[in-house]
């Protein structure tokens, strides 16, 4: 989603590959550092996962859909072939982490990528350079 809004937003081609319809969870950084928060201060050894599982899903195509609102301008997609080993749906269980810890991610992606999209926009110098975002 990151590169997805940096590049939409400074006017550069984003590519999908395959049909866009791919899921995926997304979690706003604070939403991870609260979980990190948790894990630590509930000291319950374990392996969790972490992600804003199902509540927190969206499309590769809803998710360029919700740049462009956010933004207010047609991103740049193209579509190339899909390539070996990409998942088509990766979404978190985050049961085991919010049962050990109660913590539960509360940015939703449209707040989440609403503040992502200011952020790029008040820091453009970040992403320039030559470098390829």
């Given at each position: 989603m990151?590169n ?15 049909t ?6 997304i ?5 991870a550092?609260e979980a ?8 319950k ?8 599982g199902?509540?927190n ?9 919700l ?15 899909g ?6 749906y990766?979404?978190t ?6 049962n050990?810890?109660?913590?539960r991610?509360r ?19 970040l992403?320039?350079g030559?470098?390829?975002?």
């Amino acid at each position: 989603m990151a590169n997805f809004a940096i590049r939409a937003v400074l006017g550069l081609p984003i590519t999908i590959f395959g049909t866009g319809k791919q899921l995926r969870d997304i979690l706003y950084a604070s939403d991870a550092a609260e979980a990190f928060g948790a894990f630590y201060r509930s000291r319950k050894p374990g392996i969790y996962n972490t992600g804003g599982g199902p509540d927190n899903r969206i499309s590769l195509v809803e998710s360029i859909a919700l740049i462009e609102e956010l933004t207010g301008k047609k991103a740049q997609v193209q579509f190339q072939e899909g390539r070996f080993g990409d998942l088509h749906y990766f979404v978190t269980d985050h049961s085991k982490l919010t049962n050990a810890t109660g913590w539960r991610p509360r940015v939703r992606p449209r707040e989440g990528v609403d503040r992502l999209i200011e952020w790029v926009r008040r820091n453009p110098e970040l992403f320039s350079g030559g470098q390829s975002v």
